[in-house]
């Protein structure tokens, strides 16, 4: 039955389109045509956005940071090797589950690390790359409140994730 949930839906839209006497190739060219502005006016900045992250990973900075933020983790109450999770977490999803995978290979997913990182991966949002697309496609230049905010969530997303998994898992 669930197979065909997508074709059923496909052809109620074609068929409602057709009610409607709308030009359903004209409208998808038109769609396409749109998406493909978009793509072109958010690929510099989700270039930009990569390559920093690449950049923070290879030069050693991300370990400098890591190394300097430590004993203020540990006073949190957040296990220190989860920093680099809370620091790349926000500029890319790819790189923040790469950081995550590398967590659970070492610590083991059942360990307070590997917990730590799951529950950061899930209580986060991967702010500069969110706000450098959905701002890049409605043509928004000025972020105003929204990155200062969106970082204080994702922060209290970090912090109440290791004091989550502190209660429940020890």
Do not use: Q
Request: contains cysteine.
């Amino acid at each position: 039955m669930t197979s065909y949930i997508i074709p059923c839906l496909l052809a109620f839209v074609l068929m409602f389109a057709l009610g409607r006497r709308t030009d359903v190739y004209d409208a998808l060219v038109h769609g396409a045509e749109n998406g493909l502005n978009i793509t072109f006016h958010i690929i510099p900045a989700l270039v930009a956005l990569l390559t920093g992250v690449s950049m923070l990973r290879a030069s050693g900075a991300l370990d400098c940071l890591t190394a300097f933020l430590s004993p203020l983790m540990t006073a949190l109450g957040i296990p220190p090797e989860v920093t680099p999770l809370l620091i790349i977490r926000p500029l890319s999803g790819s790189g923040g589950l790469a950081v995550g995978s590398e967590l659970m290979a070492e610590y083991g997913p059942d360990s307070v690390i590997g917990r730590t990182a799951a529950v950061m991966l899930g209580s986060s949002e991967t702010t500069f790359y969110t706000v450098a697309v959905y701002y890049g496609a409605a043509g928004i230049l000025k972020t105003r409140y929204t990155i200062p905010a969106a970082l204080t969530a994702d922060l209290t997303g970090f912090l109440a994730s290791a004091l989550a998994v502190r209660l429940f898992f020890g």
